[in-house]
């Protein structure tokens, strides 16, 4: 899934040539990074739908608008993914507040069927924990996991969505992760604990251990 | 991995989840190249339904369009629409599903009052900007039948010159004619009756005034047949207008009366 952060983008290359059919491309290879995304950042099925879709179609607009050169030389994933954040973040702003509620990110119906049903289900235990967990973090913080953790983005490529030095990606990573297990650890119901607002400076952190696994 | 040994990272890993599959269609429409009554045509079509008709020297040159109109990618589609088929060889749109987002309130409708004709029949312009709420916006009416996104479907061919000239039409004058010849409307006998002066005829066995083409004017017979120039005159010798037409004085209710 990775793409190394040297030579042409095989999408861009496809768009440049044909807009339309290149798109078409671009969908299939980026969807599911998309809506994965805006799932664990949003926390909501249908508005993670929405969001994917209107980052797509502002996507084709802006491509639209560009010559060929320009859309060459794109890298595409962490394109697509910053104006993924920018259209949450315009309707974060434009929703008087955001609701704080419990979001597990759980499709509409969610079917266990045949053997693996059992496994499933604890699986998908997990993730409706994690994901009530993650929309506890500060914006910054999970936005930083999910890209670097679900996305499965390297950590320049997450610096490169967030716009910001590598170092300072790395930073909002370990901090959000490091709050994960202390809300873990916790065994905390997401009901009893308080919104953190994301007030943390955009400095660099020490490093913690987080970053040596990797 | 780290993840396979971190049961945190592996639980962020597990949380990825593949798209939904209609995704892309509710952002790209898909293109179809289909048979009109006048030449084939293309068609795009959304999640939503049928979003736009043309016709086209090309494939590339109707994405072109519909890029310019609707800022969404265009992709060839696997089947045309369910009911676009039917819909364009019997010139009524039955269960053909539309989609008619980004109209103007008012285009919106003007192409709904359009959608009643029933096909043979005309309407004057001003009879349209009237069912659309707007009795004296009788050129914007006629800009948005000239807009309108899925021709045929929405039969704007069938709004006419209150004189029985054709007019304007999305895909030219001549075809709009020839369509309505195909649909048997009497447009040669709009335009004598108007030309002599008669916008409406009147039956004294209904004691009903119709527009000239309604299926009901059609029907009477000579010997019980009244022209009127205008339904002002008819209203005033005791008829009533037709349910199925709807002529209204202007100033007149706008939508069909009851009873």
Same mark, same amino acid.
């Given at each position: ?23 078409? $491309? ?21 508005? $993670? ?62 079917? $266990? ?5 059992? $496994? ?95 | ?18 798209? !939904? ?96 004709? !029933? ?102 017979? !000579? ?26 004085? !202007? ?9």
């Amino acid at each position: 899934m990775d793409q190394t952060a040297t030579g042409p983008d095989r999408i861009a290359v496809e768009l440049a040539a044909d807009l339309d059919a290149g798109f078409a $491309a671009l969908f299939e290879a980026h969807q599911n990074v998309l809506f994965s995304t805006a799932l664990r950042i949003c926390g909501r099925w249908a508005d $993670a739908e929405d969001l994917t879709a209107a980052a797509f179609l502002r996507a084709f607009r802006a491509l639209s608008g560009y010559d060929r050169e320009r859309i060459a030389g794109l890298r595409t994933r962490p394109w697509l993914l910053t104006i993924l954040l920018n259209a949450w973040r315009n309707q974060v702003r434009t929703a008087a507040r955001r609701p704080r509620e419990v979001l597990d990110g759980e499709p509409p119906e969610l079917e $266990a069927r045949g053997a693996s049903a059992e $496994a499933q289900a604890e699986r998908h235990e997990t993730s409706r924990e994690l994901a009530a967990l993650l929309g506890l973090l500060p914006d910054r913080q999970r936005v930083a996991v999910v890209l670097r953790y679900v996305a499965d983005l390297p950590i320049a490529e997450v610096a490169s969505v967030l716009g910001c030095p590598p170092g300072t990606a790395k930073s909002h990573v370990s901090r959000g992760l490091r709050r994960l297990r202390e809300l873990q650890a916790a065994q905390v119901r997401p009901d009893d604990v308080a919104p953190q607002t994301d007030e943390e400076p955009d400095d660099l952190a020490p490093q913690t251990d987080e970053e040596k696994v990797r | 991995m780290t993840s396979d040994h971190d049961p945190l990272l592996a639980g962020l890993a597990a949380m990825a989840v593949p798209a !939904p599959g209609r995704l892309l269609d509710t952002v790209a429409g898909r293109w179809t190249r289909v048979p009109g009554p006048a030449g084939d045509v293309y068609a795009a079509a959304t999640d939503l339904g049928v979003a736009y008709l043309r016709t086209a020297g090309s494939a590339e040159e109707f994405a072109g369009l519909f890029r310019a109109r609707f800022g969404r990618p265009l992709l060839p589609a696997a089947r045309p629409p369910a009911g676009l088929l039917t819909a364009l060889r019997t010139g009524r749109a039955g269960r053909v599903r539309l989609d008619l987002r980004g109209l103007t309130p008012f285009a919106a409708s003007v192409l709904a009052a359009a959608a009643t004709i !029933p096909r043979g029949e005309t309407r004057p312009y001003g009879w349209i900007a009237r069912q659309a709420g707007r009795p004296r916006a009788v050129r914007a009416a006629a800009s948005a039948l000239a807009a309108n996104p899925v021709p045929l479907l929405i039969p704007c061919h069938r709004i006419v010159q209150a004189d029985g000239v054709a007019g304007g039409y999305v895909f030219g004058t001549p075809r709009k004619e020839a369509l309505l010849r195909l649909e048997g409307a009497n447009l040669d006998e709009v335009r004598d009756l108007a030309a002599a002066g008669t916008r409406y005829l009147a039956s004294d066995t209904t004691g009903v005034v119709c527009f000239p083409s309604c299926r009901n004017a059609r029907r009477i017979t !000579p010997a019980h047949r009244h022209g009127f120039a205008s339904l002002a005159a008819a209203d005033r010798s005791g008829f009533r207008p037709c349910r199925h037409c709807m002529p209204v004085l !202007p100033g007149g209710p706008l939508r069909k009366q009851s009873a």
